[in-house]
């Protein structure tokens, strides 16, 4: 049995939006920081929940996106689907147009997410629909990890849907043999690590995050 994760030390959106002087380039830096993964097409999509609140900096997420981030989204590979809108939070699955219908037409996730209820149209827009609707009632579709890239066997594991034993805490619940999913856990955390020293030298976050999806090649080395 492995032992817990290690106290998180990623890098934070706060610090890196601290550069910037305005709303608009603090959502962006938040924006390209947490889904790097995706940016990097690494992950087909990352879930993120924003509170309806001031923050430490004096700036507010929730009513920073609905000002700015369509419009942000707008020059890059990120689609943006709000799941769920409570006004005082709201739940967004960033995720990558392209990348993300390629990952639900594999066999083993579409299999999976049939098996979670899903019926047989594992289609994107019907998969979101579902999933919209399960956080709406106030149900977490736990089949999620499987379109935020987490290996088929760790979300099935979780859901009770095969039995394998627990192995070790990472990012997410960790089953059987570790080794694929702590090496897919650290790609990730490289992802993140060279979107903040990204951001740490760009003179606008909004340029930068509008910029990307157009050059990722030169923009981030490959992560493996």
């Known amino acids: 049995m492995h032992s817990a994760a290690a106290k998180?030390?990623?890098?934070?959106?706060?610090?890196?939006?601290?550069?910037f002087p305005n709303g608009k380039e603090c959502l962006a830096t938040y924006i390209a920081l947490e889904t790097a993964e995706v940016l990097a097409?690494?992950?087909?999509?990352?879930?993120?929940?924003?509170?309806?609140?001031?923050?430490a900096c004096g700036r507010n997420l929730y009513t920073l996106w609905k000002s700015h981030g369509q419009e942000l989204l707008a020059d890059t590979s990120l689609q943006a689907c709000e799941l769920v809108d409570r006004g005082s939070s709201m739940m967004i699955l960033f995720y990558h147009k392209t990348h993300f219908k390629q990952?639900?037409?594999?066999?083993?996730?579409?299999?999976?997410?049939?098996?979670?209820?899903?019926?047989?149209?594992?289609?994107?827009?019907?998969?979101?629909?579902?999933?919209?609707?399960?956080?709406?009632?106030?149900?977490?579709?736990?089949?999620?990890?499987?379109?935020l890239g987490y290996p088929p066997k760790d979300v099935a594991a979780?859901?009770?849907?095969?039995?394998?034993?627990?192995?070790?805490?990472?990012?997410?619940?960790?089953?059987?043999n570790p080794g694929e999913s702590l090496r897919l856990a650290e790609r990730f955390r490289n992802c993140r690590n060279l979107m903040a020293e990204q951001l740490a030298m760009c003179s606008s976050a909004v340029q930068f995050l509008g910029d990307f999806a157009g050059s990722r090649q030169t923009i981030f080395a490959p992560v493996y």
């Not at 998180?8 to 550069?19: K, N």
């Not at 979780?158 to 997410?172: E, H, K, N, R, V």
Request: positive net charge; proline residues 7%.
């Open 8 to 19: 998180d030390t990623r890098p934070h959106w706060s610090g890196l939006a601290e550069r």
């Open 103 to 147: 990952h639900l037409a594999r066999r083993d996730i579409t299999a999976l997410l049939k098996r979670a209820g899903h019926g047989n149209d594992v289609t994107p827009d019907e998969i979101l629909r579902n999933l919209a609707g399960h956080l709406q009632q106030g149900r977490f579709p736990h089949e999620i990890g499987l379109l």
């Open 41 to 55: 097409e690494a992950k087909p999509a990352s879930l993120l929940s924003i509170s309806n609140r001031e923050r």
């Open 158 to 176: 979780f859901m009770g849907l095969i039995t394998i034993p627990f192995t070790c805490q990472g990012p997410w619940k960790i089953y059987g």
